[in-house]
């Protein structure tokens, strides 16, 4: 399996280090993808433009975590290390009864869904990681989330641009196998979105009132 990213660096490294710097391994990508259900070890690859980015990681699903299995080094020329480690998961309860899991950080015992790559796979805080979301203006990452609902429906990524908004780009048709129910409550929040990206894009060019 691939995910998108970036290459990483060294664990606890530069502090002003970005989050989308470093390979990441998202809790909710391993879920739409049955990894914890898998029962057997599975080989994640990172890449991005079609090209490979990261060595691989086997993850393993357990009844209460993910073991993570990896080579890595603390130094670019240092010696190469065989890592083996297990994520337990944290609960926590749900507004609507059940419960929902987080990997549970072995740097700082921490809840988090996403854990970044490094000398070890640790979350944004043990690395030291900001996330560019934390340095863009509202509307921007309005954009980025519509895009990313795009996508989830089997849209064009980055197509919320001033071009195919004037060019009347429409949300796409709903996939198959997908409930409609699920369809319109993502487009009418794509809309919402799209909504905040234009009144902030506006504002930006000074054509407001």
């Given amino acids: 399996m691939q995910m998108g990213g970036r290459s990483s660096s060294r664990y606890a490294s530069n502090r002003s280090k970005r989050c989308e710097g470093h390979l990441a391994l998202d809790l909710a990508w391993v879920r739409r993808n049955s990894l914890l259900r898998s029962g057997r070890p599975v080989s994640i690859t990172w890449s991005r433009g079609g090209k490979q980015t990261g060595n691989n990681l086997n993850a393993l699903a357990l009844p209460n975590g993910v073991r993570l299995m990896y080579r890595?080094?603390?130094?670019?020329?240092g010696a190469w290390e065989d890592v083996s480690e297990t994520m337990p998961y944290v609960w926590t309860p749900t507004r609507f009864g059940g419960r929902r899991a987080w990997f549970k950080c072995l740097g700082c015992g921490r809840g988090c869904?996403?854990?970044?790559?490094?000398?070890?796979?640790r979350c944004r805080r043990c690395h030291g990681l900001t996330c560019r979301s934390q340095y863009e203006p509202a509307y921007e990452r309005?954009?980025?989330?519509?895009?990313?609902?795009?996508?989830?429906?089997?849209?064009?990524?980055n197509a919320i641009t001033i071009g195919n908004i004037i060019g009347n780009e429409e949300f796409p048709p709903k996939p198959r196998g997908m409930h409609w129910a699920t369809y319109w409550r993502l487009k009418e929040r794509y809309d919402e979105l799209l909504n905040t990206w234009i009144e902030g894009l506006i504002r930006k060019i000074g054509l407001s009132s």
């Fill in 72 to 77: 890595t080094r603390r130094d670019n020329d």
């Fill in 142 to 157: 309005a954009a980025e989330q519509a895009d990313k609902l795009r996508k989830r429906v089997g849209g064009k990524w």
């Fill in 113 to 121: 869904r996403v854990l970044y790559g490094g000398s070890r796979f």
